[in-house]
């Protein structure tokens, strides 16, 4: 692999990222919480991930495969420091690059049902929100690209605990009294996933069956479209319009909405009016 500039040689990283991958998977808590501090340290730097994206398609593997592993772990200083670290490099654009290599096509699939359930971690506690969030930003962008589109799709993740985790996000955040600019950005990644979704054919069609899924969205851009606050209701109001135009656009959803689903169109309608 060619080695990120003005380094250190690179076996010698090389190796110590083998070697820190290696121990994220051992069974001793020890050595584990060792090299998940160790990691967390090291992503106080862009070249970390520069030495990622540069390493062998082993030591690639391990440290995506350990790092989700330990997502779930028990202890809440592991977990926490390797929630922190699988977001930071799952947000990189080459570290997405990477993983839609052929050689890494199981470790996808793990990356992306791991960020659905950090989503849908806020569901049991509010601490974990600001993990939750994160996770949804990464998803936007992984969405964005037709490429990571098609590949989040062809992962086989449960579509419906993405949009209950984008609803329970957006209603939790609307509750708080926190920064506005915050509530925009988080608002701005759950309205951006669900805009990019209905650009996969595939998951429109199966949308169109699910109006059980499709009710949940439509009930949350209603939402969104009704909110009232000086400071930012205008941006919410305009994120939650624009999803319903974007979904009232494809012919499939769109017969779906007007024959089964509650809110009734009227509702939808007097919005988009």
Not at 123 to 149: D, M
Request: net charge negative.
């Amino acid at each position: 692999p060619k080695a990120p500039p003005n380094c250190y040689p690179a076996d010698v990283v090389l190796d110590l990222l083998h070697t820190l991958a290696v121990d994220l998977l051992s069974p001793s808590p020890s050595i584990t919480l060792e090299a998940i501090t160790t990691l967390y340290s090291l992503t106080d730097t862009h070249v970390f991930v520069d030495w990622v994206v540069a390493s062998p398609v082993a030591t690639f593997e391990l440290l995506m495969l350990g790092l989700i592993k330990r997502v779930s772990e028990k202890g809440i200083q592991v977990a926490e420091r390797a929630t922190a670290i699988f977001l930071k490099l799952n947000a990189n654009e080459d570290i997405q690059f990477r993983l839609q290599e052929p050689a890494h096509a199981s470790a996808l699939r793990a990356v992306f049902l791991t960020l659905v359930l950090i989503m849908n971690f806020a569901r049991t506690s509010i601490e974990k929100q600001p993990s939750a969030e994160k996770a949804v930003n990464v998803l936007c962008k992984w969405t964005f690209r037709p490429s990571g589109l098609a590949a989040f799709w062809n992962s086989k993740v449960n579509m419906a605990q993405v949009v209950s985790g984008c609803s329970h996000l957006v209603d939790e955040l609307l509750k708080q009294q926190s920064d506005c600019s915050d509530q925009l950005s988080i608002i701005g990644s759950v309205a951006g996933v669900l805009d990019n979704l209905v650009g996969n054919t595939e998951y429109c069609k199966w949308l169109a069956v699910r109006p059980d899924v499709l009710g949940v969205i439509m009930k949350l851009c209603l939402q969104m479209a009704r909110y009232e606050d000086p400071s930012c209701s205008e941006e919410v109001q305009g994120a939650g319009i624009e999803v319903i135009r974007s979904h009232t656009d494809v012919k499939v959803i769109r017969e779906c909405m007007l024959e089964s689903i509650r809110p009734h169109p009227e509702s939808l309608l007097a919005c988009l009016g």
